[in-house]
């Protein structure tokens, strides 16, 4: 039996797996306590582990996405430092603060974080033997740089050509003393309050001093680096709970029918506007020989405030585990976490999207040959139209998509998670007594 600790931002996208993680460690005699914004409490106590309130001044503030915080205002790599900046790298102190609490109240064998919680910078640029060992979860694609791919958020395949190395040296360089220059200073300047050194490499790459890193995907749908950080693991995906309480509705049943169904998203966070995916999805496909199910990801249906033809249906949430095996296309905005499901489902996707680590998604999806990237956040009807008659009438993207759901079988995110904490935690043990 081990004591860890769990540190994860609140938004889904970060603590979801977190929990499922924290759960089966709880189910094999661990005691676990997760730090999280406060209304992630009970979520956390239905687990069976215990809650640890981080202070919302440590936590991601997705406000700032909605409110006149400038912004709105910002693009492209204006954005991109804004939001490193104000959404992570800004809550740093009050997380570490947080850590450095719990840390001195109980002994705890190994810490789990996110990787958006920076607030472990200061540890592990320490002394390691004065911390647990740490892993680190990733919520997006890899972002380590690399002399074999582009630097993460330009969406570009990977190449270890001459010229192409020489494009992914000019373009990191580019990217790290350059363009987020304004990121790494400051989070350099938060180390420097914190009595911390500096960091010793782009911050993006600070992953390389965890214990472990763990990549909650396969090697088959990241691109393949010659210069992996050692500490790196895949451990397949971590797939939520299988859903329980869902009822369907009465239209259920005929997607059993001939006609190949399609599904789209935009997720659970980029809904706001659905004239950006679900509404040129819905009329691309509105003569097609489909059946279309479309998602909103929880603002009322009743919202949509376009025409619905006849071949679609439309709710605010259906549980993948029951939707996926059903559907025969996904189009998606590319949400990490939706498109790793659709793939190990042996679903093929049509992604658009152009926000957060979208980009870096959807050019995994075309370059593993399981689905079409867009290269768009906001496609046209007839784009998306074209894609999903591809998607259909080229059995290699189903082909691709079911290789890619057998190397996910293959693999159980959790047991694997734990087996490491294990193995850091035997490792420190051994050095102690050495």
Known sequence: MSEILIAALSPVGHIGPLLTVARGLVDRGDRVTVLSGAGRADDIRATGATPATLTAKGDLDLALLETDSGREEASGIKRLNFDIIRLFVAPMPHQTKA?????????????LADYGFFGVLPFVLGDQSARPPLLLYGTTPLMFSSRDT??????????????????????????????????????????????????????????????????????EFDYPRTDLPANVRYVGMVHPAPATNFHSPVWWPKLDGDRPVVHVTQGTIDNADFSRLLRPTIEALADENVMVVATTGGPKVSTLNFPIPPNTYVAEHIPHDVLLPKVDVMVTNGGYGAVQRALATGVPLVVAGNTEDKPEVAA???????????????????????????????????????????????????????????EVVGERRAAVTS
């Not at 373009?171 to 350099?188: E, G």
């Not at 914190?194 to 995907?217: C, K, Q, V, Y």
């Not at 046209?380 to 996910?408: C, I, M, P, Q």
């Open 150 to 219: 582009a630097p993460s958020g330009l969406g570009l395949p990977p190449s270890t050509s001459s010229l192409g190395r020489l494009r992914n040296r000019t373009l990191n360089l580019l990217s790290h003393r350059v363009l987020l220059r304004q990121s790494q200073k400051a989070a350099n300047y938060q180390l420097h309050r914190l009595n911390s050194r500096e960091l010793p490499m782009f911050l993006l790459d600070s992953g390389a001093l965890a214990d472990r890193f763990i990549a909650p995907t396969v090697p």
């Open 99 to 111: 850590l450095s609490d719990l840390m001195s109240q109980t002994r705890f064998d190994a810490i």
């Open 364 to 422: 995994r999806v075309a370059w593993s040959g399981a689905g079409i990237d867009l290269r768009t956040g906001t496609p046209t009807a007839k784009a998306v139209r074209n894609a999903v008659r591809d998607v259909l009438g080229d059995g290699r993207y189903l082909s691709r998509a079911r290789e890619l759901e057998v190397a996910y079988a293959q693999r159980c995110g959790v047991a694997e998670i734990a087996a490491l904490i294990d």
